[in-house]
């Protein structure tokens, strides 16, 4: 049965190794280790952080692996699923593709790290572990992506990000090539439902549930499909074949099973198709919020020179110009407020969501001023070119016009993030938590961390 896809995979999977990577996708690597550990400190200090530090606090359990930003040790799996859900909370993680079909970092690099560390592996087996899960996980997801038509009623993240967090749970653990069927099969059959349609967008609905995507629970079933299959539990060994095969499951209404090879083991995605975030918000708003950037920064304009700001882009920013807000998810995907806090200057991360931000008259006062319109050539460009593009017309109240179009948003392959960039980004989280003298230490250890010979050196600096 070697032509089936599931066989292909598994057995790809079982044969990676640290010293078949090269030396750029070793520091791609790295890169979104230390991004998804940032996210994680900045969404430890949210309100879905606080809740799921408490409820998993309460729990204890065996002291396994860190909460990331909690101060102590629980079960592997609950630390992978804290730690996922953190990742995402602040929606400041790393984006698969231009047009963002998910969210793997969040579901790849918690499982990794909770595993490592509760079995003392070493950077090298780490490394592997999420660029292995990344090359398989996230072509798994590519090949299942549903049509317009359909995604319109189903579609999730979650589904597909589960076989992203057992890849990286099952490398570092070594597991056999038997061992992962049965983990690939475990983890297929338990994946999150596609919920992403269910949210809560309609505003009758609001607020928006705090499970999102989900990355949390990808990273706790795949993790668990692990620990499983490592003890002898059996799962489907061709999970993702057939006309019932996982595709069907996961709510898609089509599979291009081509996808899931081509490539394979010569073109490393983590390379050219992650982007990461700038802003802690919805990605599709990313191209509207540096027009505004520009724009302020170029005419050094201030909140109360502006009369109105008009953005105009694709169809999925149009379904955002939402000015009610009740929860801080529901400020994520509201973009008159998330360009209100550009506007206003404020950092992006934990404080653009506190209590305070929220209730703000001074941010509602301004979001009331932006309006958002479908441009259709924009949106042609966003389902054709996989272009999130925006173009932002500021009014201020000296009758001034000033306009900014912007093609591919700040941190997309295409217009990357640079090394400091993100190294700012992730000292912008992380200082919530730890100390500077520990912020660096975490640095320097990341970006030495194919020396690093035991991951427990790494994550207890991240308790806080």
């Not at 000015?323 to 653009?352: N, R």
């Amino acid at each position: 049965m070697t032509d089936w896809i599931t066989d292909k995979l598994v057995r790809y999977t079982h044969s990676t190794s640290y010293e078949q990577l090269p030396a750029e996708v070793v520091e791609k690597a790295k890169i979104h280790i230390l991004d998804s550990i940032g996210c994680a400190l900045g969404g430890s200090c949210s309100a879905i952080g606080r809740s799921v530090l408490k409820t998993f606090k309460a729990m204890g359990g065996e002291p396994e692996a860190s909460l990331i930003g909690g101060g102590m040790k629980v079960p592997a799996i609950h630390a992978a699923f804290v730690n996922g859900t953190n990742a995402n909370a602040l929606d400041f993680d790393d984006t698969y593709l231009s047009d963002a079909i998910g969210h793997p970092g969040s579901s790849t690099i918690p499982a990794a790290l909770a595993v490592a560390e509760w079995k003392k592996a070493n950077g090298r087996d780490l490394i592997n572990a999420v660029v292995t899960a990344y090359e398989v996980g996230n072509r798994i997801g590519l090949a299942i992506q549903p049509s317009k038509e359909r995604l319109q009623k189903v579609w999730g993240f979650g589904t597909w990000q589960t076989f992203c967090a057992a890849i990286a749970a099952a490398k570092v653990m070594n597991l056999d090539a038997d061992q992962l069927f049965n983990a690939f099969g475990v983890a297929g059959a338990t994946a999150p439902l596609p919920c992403t349609q269910k949210w809560g967008w309609d505003l009758d609905e609001r607020p928006i549930h705090w499970v999102k995507e989900p990355t949390g629970w990808p990273c706790w079933t795949g993790t668990l499909a692990v620990i499983l299959a490592a003890n002898g539990f059996i799962g489907n060994h061709y999970i993702l074949d057939g006309e019932n095969g996982f595709w069907i499951m996961a709510g898609s209404d089509r599979c291009d099973y081509q996808k899931m090879t081509d490539g394979l083991g010569q073109d490393y995605l983590i390379l050219d198709d992650m982007s990461f975030k700038p802003y802690s918000c919805c990605r599709w708003q990313h191209a509207a919020l540096d027009c505004i950037t520009q724009i302020i920064s170029k005419h050094k304009l201030k909140p109360d020179e502006i009369k109105s700001i008009i953005i105009n882009s694709f169809s999925w920013v149009k379904t955002q110009e939402v000015y009610e807000i009740k929860s801080p998810v529901d400020a994520q995907f509201c973009i008159p407020y998330t360009a209100a806090m550009v506007v206003l200057g404020h950092e992006p991360g934990p404080g653009w969501y506190s209590d305070d931000m929220l209730k703000s008259r001074e941010i509602a006062a301004l979001a009331a001023k932006i309006t958002v319109n479908l441009d259709p050539e924009l949106d042609r460009a966003y389902h054709q070119d996989s272009e999130q593009a925006a173009r932002v017309e500021v009014t201020t109240v000296r009758e001034e016009i000033f306009s900014e179009t912007v093609r591919i948003p700040k941190g997309d392959p295409r217009n990357p993030l640079s090394p400091h960039e993100l190294k700012a980004k992730f000292r912008n989280q992380a200082d919530f938590v730890l100390n500077r003298e520990a912020v660096d230490q975490v640095i320097d250890l990341i970006d030495n961390l194919e020396l690093l010979d035991d991951l427990s050196t790494l994550m207890t600096k991240l308790k806080s």
